[in-house]
């Protein structure tokens, strides 16, 4: 059994079957490190200071010192930096310092290296300090911290490869040595990063043919549930053809509606819980030990529908519905049809496609989904965007193309009656089709959703396609459509089926419309609006009395960005976005910044702000920095200007 599910697997994912005893990872970035515990009940200062250099003429390499604070389970994340907001680029052996605290909810102090991209990245001579109880920095003993012991089978001494002792990983495209060029004592340690580039430890780079093989298993799927109607589902004998159809779609898609099921059913999720932990904790195994997958899977939520996880899930559920059509051939061989189950299998389908598409329309009719573009979209340019970021600013832009989208999905309410359940599908089709393109050709992650969306539809068109193509193509007479015909039921059953349905339905309408309405002032267009709402473009930028005038300096603010309270967000010169916890002080002109997240690490940013202006100065790091600003608001940018027109002369393409 497991060499054939090997074989299947290879076929349709073209991976090689291995287990690893070690841990080796493929990516563009590795790291190193050192942890102790700490145990404290006051607040108190630690830093860490290392030496490093790096040689490369790779313009995406990078080295860092950094260190994390891990807290106690339950408490929260503490400390972290990594200076990937101040790179080290430097060639010359230069010592960098991270500061940061720890406090009672603190657990272990975790620290060491990280570099990424190629070249040669060179560490010497680690140091910790910690402050005693009278405020005074105590030195803490650090553990091969010259790495005077030399290096032996990749592994640096008494330091765990990885960013903890739990992730122990060996980067391949990285090669740690022992080097005499030093700051201390004889050695330091060279770590040289070749071969790398940006697919590097993409999923896409171990599975190069993964593309082909999803879709040849869509094909299958496709063509095995399409046997369904090798014969009439309203004749009393259905051909073999057709009773092997069936059973694989039935065993797949109420699988997929359980495993699957992307809040479709009202309170579903406390029905799955057990279960969906389950084949979690199956498909990892599963993906390991017998696909031999090499990376890690993850399995928690995380916004993407088409994870690792969820791919292992869909071919899972297709070996199951495989072997279980199998079975089901050889023990129900003389069955002459299967109506009855025909009449559920739609139902659940009817259901799934229709509940699902209303909740997505109603979000796209009051524009949750799809919110209008934010100032960093607006500030962003096109060649920056990510395809899925340039969609949802396209899709976003209209509140009267919301609207359409929206009314178009929730349509699909159609497919909940089964006289109107042709109509329903054809509408549904249409509208699932076109999601699934722009799932596809802007990569955005609901792939496997959307594709089954798409083919769950056809399967209920199916039954009917004929008659539909003949109706659109041709001048011929179309017969009935068919109905499926429900069991009998007795009377009682009958009515309590329903309310059922009623109440589902005004659930799903009523809940789900007010439920979105709710929404909208948690994380839609009615989100209050801080008091400094805005954009403030920096014209002047002083550190310690220098005026600061680099493009291309990482420590110069381009621009600051109020839209969410409590977040701030400054785009520097070279690109790079920071966000910022903050805390507005109500009685006098002036915000906590927080740069680490920390409750106790911050600094206070004062102001003046006038209509068009904001002045700022503060102190952080000892550096004495100072800035004036102009406001840009979201009428500046011509995006939102430039409004609607009935009559134009000439095109306006900008």
């Not at 095995?224 to 059973?247: P, V």
């Amino acid at each position: 059994m497991k060499k054939l599910v090997t074989i299947l697997f290879t076929i349709l994912l073209s991976v090689s079957v291995n287990s690893q005893t070690v841990k080796e990872v493929s990516r563009y970035w590795t790291s190193f490190s050192q942890s102790i515990e700490v145990k404290t009940d006051a607040v108190k200062k630690f830093k860490i200071i290392g030496y490093a250099k790096i040689e490369t003429s790779d313009e995406e390499a990078w080295s860092g010192i950094w260190a994390r604070v891990d807290n106690k389970p339950e408490q929260g994340s503490g400390f972290f930096d990594n200076m990937r907001d101040r790179p080290i680029k430097s060639n010359v052996w230069t010592p960098y310092t991270i500061e940061g605290t720890i406090d009672g909810k603190s657990d272990r102090l975790v620290f060491g290296g990280i570099c990424s991209y190629n070249g040669k990245f060179f560490f010497d001579k680690f140091e910790l300090y910690i402050e005693d109880d009278t405020g005074e920095y105590q030195p803490i003993e650090i553990k091969n911290a010259s790495f005077e012991t030399k290096i032996t089978d990749r592994i640096i001494p008494e330091w765990s490869p990885g960013i903890s002792e739990k992730e122990v990983t060996s980067v391949k495209e990285f090669m740690p040595s022992t080097s005499e060029d030093r700051v201390d004592g004889n050695y330091s340690i060279l770590i040289e990063g070749k071969g790398i580039s940006k697919n590097t430890g993409s999923i896409e780079a171990s599975l190069p043919n993964v593309g082909i093989f999803i879709s040849i298993l869509y094909i299958l799927i496709l063509l095995l549930s399409f046997m369904t109607y090798a014969s009439s589902t309203e004749e009393d004998r259905w051909s073999r053809l057709a009773k092997i159809g069936f059973r694989f779609s039935f065993i797949y898609f109420l699988l997929i509606i359980f495993f699957q099921n992307n809040g479709a059913y009202p309170f579903f999720d406390y029905l799955t819980n057990k279960p969906i932990e389950f084949m979690q904790n199956f498909a990892t195994w599963f993906g390991k030990n017998i696909v031999g997958i090499p990376y890690d899977i993850n399995t928690g939520p995380n916004g993407s529908g088409d994870t690792t996880y969820d791919y292992l899930v869909i071919f899972i559920i297709f070996l199951v519905a495989i072997f279980g059509t199998l079975l089901w051939s050889i023990l129900d061989r003389n069955r002459q049809n299967y109506k009855k189950l025909y009449y559920w299998l739609t139902t659940g389908m009817r259901y799934y496609v229709g509940l699902m598409l209303i909740s997505y329309g109603l979000i796209k009719i009051i524009q949750l989904q799809f919110s209008a573009p934010t100032f960093y979209r607006l500030m962003e340019t096109y060649g920056e965007s990510s395809p899925m970021g340039l969609a949802w600013t396209f899709l976003g832009f209209s509140e009267g193309y919301n609207l359409f989208m929206g009314i178009a999905e929730a349509l699909a309410g159609l497919l909940l009656f089964r006289r109107t359940l042709t109509l329903g599908a054809v509408i549904t089709l249409m509208t699932t089709m076109n999601v699934m393109a722009v799932n596809y050709f802007f990569d955005i992650p609901v792939k496997i959703l959307s594709t089954h969306l798409v083919i769950i539809t056809l399967f209920l068109l199916s039954r009917d396609i004929k008659k539909v193509m003949q109706f659109l193509v041709t001048n011929k007479a179309v017969q009935r459509l068919t109905i499926i015909k429900p069991p009998q039921f007795k009377k009682g059953i009958k009515i309590g089926l329903n309310v059922l349905k009623g109440i589902v339905i005004a659930y799903a309408l009523g809940y789900g419309f007010y439920n979105s309405l709710a929404s909208r002032e948690l994380y839609g267009s009615d989100v209050p609006k801080p008091a400094l709402y805005g954009v403030y473009e920096v014209t002047n930028y002083v550190i310690n009395g220098d005026t600061i005038t680099n493009y291309k300096s990482d420590q110069l603010w381009k621009d600051i960005r109020f839209e969410r309270e409590g977040r701030v967000q400054v785009h520097k010169m070279n690109k790079k976005n920071i966000y910022y916890k903050i805390e507005v002080d109500s009685n006098m002109p002036r915000i906590k910044f927080f740069p680490s997240g920390n409750s106790d690490n911050y600094f206070y940013f004062n102001y003046t702000k006038t209509e068009n202006t904001l002045d700022f100065n503060y102190i952080y790091k000892n550096d004495t920095i100072s800035g004036k600003t102009k406001r840009i608001d979201t009428d500046g940018f011509l995006l939102t200007n430039r409004g609607f027109h009935w009559i134009s002369e000439y095109p306006y393409n900008r």
